[in-house]
């Protein structure tokens, strides 16, 4: 392999119906399945907003889950361009804070990632459009990495009408949407089968899988629900 030659099997971005709906736990148990594969994976969170101290260090608890599964060791910076303290909008936080967020910095650290990695997780922050400056979105973050895109959706009452208009968009954008997962956010959910049936006839994407609520949100757990086999090669 020459020096610039990128090792990359595979990539993903992932999205979701909304915030708080299990994308870390289904990023994290990607990474966990592919690095059981045997693949060497790398995990980024470009955009991470809310940050604690954890052992003398400024941490945010999604960079933390998915370095906890990925196997290839990166700094900080390249892992997550842009950390923001507030637990908020990423946009508001970074105006707050008197930067601009830019697409091309995201761009710039994945192509370093890509070079680095069998297998790169992207997770993005909170939904599809959710907007990083007065020009740029994670929409546009997501088509400038070019990446296919699965999509978890957090199924809870009005998470039908969320998936479609995420998988419009995703595919308005020129993206392909890979696969979705169907993340159980509101166990006592009537008609959860049903509503699952509504969105894979609708979709179009292949169902990776359905995580039911969890004791704890383990990756390696989250990871058995998943089929693997139906990730593009
Ligand atoms: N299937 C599940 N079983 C148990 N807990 C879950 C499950 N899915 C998600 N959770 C928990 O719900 C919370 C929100 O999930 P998660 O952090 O994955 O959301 P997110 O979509 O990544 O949010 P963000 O937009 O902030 O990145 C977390 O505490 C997570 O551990
Ligand atoms: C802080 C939070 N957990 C997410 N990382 C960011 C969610 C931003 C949502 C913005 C919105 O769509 O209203
Ligand atoms: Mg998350």
Redesign the pocket.
């Known amino acids: 392999m020459s020096l610039t030659e990128s090792p990359l099997k595979f990539a993903c971005f992932v999205t ?1 119906t909304d ?7 289904v990023a994290a148990a990607l990474i966990h399945g592919l690095v059981k594969q045997g693949l060497s994976v790398a995990a980024m969170k470009p955009v991470a907003a809310g940050t604690m101290l954890r052992q003398g260090r400024v941490s945010n608890e ?1 960079v933390d889950t998915l370095l906890a599964q990925a196997n290839v060791p990166l700094p900080d910076d390249l892992v997550t361009p842009y950390l923001w303290h507030e637990p908020i909008a990423p946009h508001i936080a970074a105006a707050k804070a008197g930067q601009v967020m830019a697409v091309e910095v995201v761009l710039d650290a994945y192509r370093q990632v890509s070079m680095a990695a069998q297998a790169v997780v992207v ?1 993005g ?2 939904g599809f459009c959710v907007p990083l400056s007065d020009t740029q979105d994670m929409a546009d973050m997501a088509r400038a990495l070019g990446l296919p895109v699965v999509m ?1 959706v957090g199924l809870r009452l009005g998470c039908i009408s969320h998936a479609l208009l995420t998988a419009e968009a995703v595919r308005a954008r020129g993206l392909s949407l890979c696969g979705w997962v169907a ?3 509101d166990p006592d959910m009537p008609y959860q089968a049903e509503n699952i049936q509504t969105l894979q006839a609708r979709l179009g994407a292949p169902l990776l899988g359905v ?4 004791p704890n ?1 383990d990756p390696a757990l ?1 990871a058995t629900y998943l089929d693997f086999s139906l990730l593009p090669k």
Not at 19 to 25: A, N, P, R, S, V
Not at 211 to 214: A, C, G, Q, V
């Open positions: 979701g915030t708080e709906i299990g994308k870390t736990l999604d997770e922050a909170g978890v993340n159980t956010v995580i039911p609520r969890l949100a989250a």
